[in-house]
């Protein structure tokens, strides 16, 4: 059975930072392209980040500069760092692997405030 387990939400001032974390089992992470999305209240969801199985990323333009996607092939994990981070950051982040456009797992989402 294959899971995607997002963690590292949370709480945040704006200009801070938090790291996620996308922990999988039942798939190896690095033959699969990669990507974090977002989805905030009443909007459509948006591709924040993506990881290809190459090693090759591609970032919104609304985070560049400020997030970074990694993957950790020894703990199966990839990870999403964000720094600087906005009040329109806050969102719920959800994680995608992609094998192909008909077999894709999702993650269950982690909250992200960002919030005085």
């Known amino acids: 059975q294959v899971q995607l387990v997002e963690s590292g939400g949370g709480l945040v001032q704006p200009g801070g930072s938090l790291r996620l974390s996308c922990a999988a089992s039942g798939i190896i992470l690095s033959s699969y392209t990669m990507g974090w999305y977002r989805q905030a209240p009443g909007k459509q969801r948006e591709l924040v980040a993506t990881?290809?199985?190459?090693?090759?990323?591609n970032y919104a333009d609304s985070v560049k500069g400020r997030f970074t996607i990694s993957r950790d092939n020894n703990k199966n994990t990839v990870y999403l760092q964000m720094n600087s981070l906005k009040p329109e950051d806050t969102a719920v982040y959800s994680c995608?692997?992609?094998?192909?456009?008909?077999?894709?797992?999702w993650g269950q989402g982690t909250q992200v405030t960002v919030s005085s």
């Open positions: 990881l290809a199985r190459g090693g090759s990323t």
């Open positions: 995608n692997a992609q094998w192909s456009l008909n077999r894709y797992y």
